[in-house]
T-cell receptor, first 112, second 114 residues
Framework: QKEVEQNSGPLSVPEGAIASLNCTYS??????FFWYRQYSGKSPELIMF????GDKEDGRFTAQLNKASQYVSLLIRDSQPSDSATYLC????????????FGTGTQLKVEL | GAVVSQHPSWVICKSGTSVKIECRSL??????MFWYRQFPKQSLMLMAT?????????EQGVEKDKFLINHASLTLSTLTVTSAHPEDSSFYIC??????????FGPGTRLTVT
């Protein structure tokens, strides 16, 4: 079973703080890693993807990948109440074609 | 770029009837689209992979005769829920692959079967 695991949360952070969301995956052959944001009642929105070890920054978001530890994270700087949502980690597994395996998501609450 | 639309956004139908949901990639061609279902407070569940010009591939436990998928062109895939029952009420979401496994989701279709 190729799994992607996330802490369901909720993760509560104060406005302006850094939110750190974590994800581990079991398939060592995974090549591509994605973070999606899903607001309640809405569909997921792609916010970041990363393919190589290290950090990738896009605005307030930084994705971090460590293939040796099978770990990918998402940092959100200067968290805003509008960042409150469920964040889904997704991984493309070897031999899975274009399919992604999704984690169950981490609920983030940014408090005023 | 990478915009995916779905129609309708919500639908209410009577038990035993069929409902068709359309998924379109508006600004790119997608040889592969996916159909997901999501129940309240649960994670996405992949139902099937839709490939342009070929039969869909269904995930284990998904009835292919109940959930008919047609991927007639590089920008359009349809999901038809046949003989719908109340337990089919859910949020149906499609996604389209633009490149290198990047999936972009449509806004979803909320189906209620009465």
């Amino acid at each position: 079973q190729k799994e992607v695991e996330q802490n369901s949360g909720p993760l509560s952070v104060p406005e302006g703080a850094i939110a750190s969301l974590n994800c581990t995956y079991s398939d060592r052959g995974s090549q591509s890693f994605f973070w999606y944001r899903q607001y309640s009642g809405k569909s997921p929105e792609l916010i970041m993807f990363i393919y190589s070890n290290g950090d990738k920054e896009d605005g307030r978001f930084t994705a971090q990948l460590n293939k040796a530890s099978q770990y990918v994270s998402l940092l959100i700087r200067d968290s805003q109440p509008s960042d409150s949502a469920t964040y889904l980690c997704a991984v493309n597994n070897m031999g899975g074609g274009n399919k992604l395996t999704f984690g169950t998501g981490t609920q983030l609450k940014v408090e005023l | 770029g990478a915009v995916v639309s779905q129609h309708p956004s919500w639908v209410i139908c009577k038990s035993g009837t069929s409902v068709k949901i359309e998924c379109r990639s508006l600004d790119f061609q997608a040889t592969t689209m996916f159909w997901y279902r999501q129940f309240p407070k649960q994670s996405l569940m992949l139902m099937a992979t839709s490939n342009e010009g070929s039969k869909a591939t269904y995930e284990q436990g998904v009835e292919k005769d109940k959930f008919l998928i047609n991927h007639a062109s590089l920008t359009l895939s349809t999901l038809t829920v046949t003989s719908a029952h109340p337990e089919d009420s859910s949020f149906y979401i499609c996604s389209a692959v633009q490149r290198s496994y990047e999936q972009y989701f449509g806004p979803g279709t909320r189906l209620t079967v009465t």
